[in-house]
Nanobody, 121 residues
Framework: QVQLVESGGGLVQAGGSLRLSCAAS????????MGWYRQAPGKQRELVAA???????TYADSVKGRFAISRGNVKSTVYLQMHSLKPEDTAVYYC???????????????WGQGTQVTVSS
């Protein structure tokens, strides 16, 4: 069974840094687009950052210059380095990926279970 497993969330003071990691498990041959979304209480889930298989990146305006998304050397891993964190960054962060899975190499979209990031003022 294919899963995305996130780690790295936690509690940090404003101005601090955190690094989120996401790795796929199961029969995974590779990944196309990978990204991070977040959802704060009472708000819709929003895109934070995404990275294509070729390395092109996309960021929400609110995190540009503070967050950096990257892919790991191990296929189907993605990281989100977060600096200068603000209380408004508090949310559950979800990993999302278009994975090439199974013996036939089909493409499907997957979501992680989410990891809580809390930024105190």
């Amino acid at each position: 069974q294919v899963q995305l497993v996130e780690s790295g969330g936690g509690l940090v003071q404003a101005g601090g840094s955190l690094r989120l990691s996401c790795a796929a498990s199961g029969i995974v041959l590779g990944a196309h687009r990978m990204g991070w979304y977040r959802q704060a209480p009472g708000k819709q889930r929003e895109l934070v950052a995404a990275i294509a298989s070729g390395g092109d990146t996309t960021y929400a305006d609110s995190v540009k210059g503070r967050f950096a998304i990257s892919r790991g050397n191990v296929k189907s891993t993605v990281y989100l380095q977060m600096h200068s964190l603000k209380p408004e960054d508090t949310a559950v962060y979800y990993c999302n990926a278009e994975l090439i899975v199974g013996l036939r190499g089909s493409t499907s979209e997957y979501w992680g279970q989410g990891t809580q990031v809390t930024v105190s003022s």
